[in-house]
């Protein structure tokens, strides 16, 4: 006898073999509906005109009646969706009243009977011919985690999984789905969506940070939303960059198997670059997160390593970097400076920070400069910006942004999450430095020299 397939079934295999950090049930809730109007306003409102097809449990997830009217869809549901009553209410996931409203109709999909042994955690697939996303929550209670799943080797597990359900329960459903999947004839798989889509819900959680710190008048609330929000970030941040490394893994192999033309391999070679950028920038956030939730303590080893030759050794990364929005660099290092006390690995990805932070918004033209110096018994290094503006007056309306809790800092203008300041005061004194804010553009951060190298001066 085959074995039953269900819906839990179907979650624990997208959750094998995966190390992360889990969340809270409430946590994964904010995480799920954030997640929901991210992919449906950001994504399928794009890709749902051509058709397609969509699975769901235990309530429809899609909430605009143009998704029900362009895609086919199937829905394992409790007993009386959409009007549940007793205890099946209960075990729905968490703010369905004010959702339900929009599930009125059962016209456009069918409803199938949820097996209780499928469990009550949401599941989401979609399928279209440019875009295709999983989304669910797997876990035990308040060992959650929001996985979401587009490459073609979990969408292909998925569909048959979900085929073999409907086998199992529903024949003619099974025959159905299976024809409607024929139908769609062959995939383009969205890279940009897996590379946009964990960003993007971080900003969309990010909005919503401040209506979560109303819970009580205790001292120590505002300390427990921040460790929440910055395990949260963590767990965030580790989903970010596992599909990037594996995108940049296939790119690799793809430019090393394959002949291509000139135009198609640099095209490969530029989005392994944002990928790249994009798993640094949330490993930066990653260990900021670990800092704010006291995971890790700020005094780590450091040893001995000399600045100026780390920027001098990245420069060529950097300028290339910076040269795709047309921006110059400069370093200014003089020879022969003494070493610091600092942590090589995590200054270097830190710089690339700080570059990045530092130069979102500039216009095409602008010149972003490092300058390293001694003073005293510390090495300052300087980052300046020179603008093609003739007035500093220009140079200082740029849009700083606003924090928007301890970790990240959103700016409107350019649309990025950056760290806050916090967080990056935070970081460099992990690494020995201290920083300082300039009311300009651009910023001064002290490091102090080893001892080694003070007794000889």
Known sequence: MKKEITIKK?????????????VDDDTARRMWWASLEVVQKDFLNH???NGGIWVASPLPALNEKKFFNKLQGWLWSPEGFPYFKGDTAG?????YPAKSKKFTST??????????RDGYEPFLMIITPNFQCILTIAGEKDKKILLMRCDEKSLKSVIELIHAKFCQENSDEGINFRLAINKLGDLNINDQFAIQFWPSLSAKLAKLIPNMNVKSSLKNENKTVQITEAKLLRAISHEVRTPLTTIRTLISSTLKKYNMDESMRNRLIQIDNECNEQIDRFGLIFNASELVSNEVSPSNQLAKINLGTILNNFEPIWSQQLNRRGISLKIDVPNHLPEILSDSEKLELMLRGLIDKNTRGLREGSTLILELRPAGQKLKLELKVQTLSS?????SKKEKGSDIGPVLNWNPQTGSLQLSQVA?????ESLGGHVTQRRDTGL??????????????
């Open 47 to 49: 890709n749902y005109n």
């Open 10 to 22: 179907i979650q624990d295999f997208l959750l094998q073999g995966l190390q992360t950090s889990y």
């Open 424 to 428: 990056t005061q935070k970081i460099l």
């Open 91 to 95: 075990l729905l996931p968490g703010d």
């Open 391 to 395: 007035t500093k007056k220009e140079t």
């Open 107 to 116: 016209n456009n999909y069918k409803v199938l009977n949820l097996n209780p």
């Open 444 to 457: 001064t951060v002290f490091f102090p020299i080893s001892d080694s190298d003070e007794s000889r001066m």
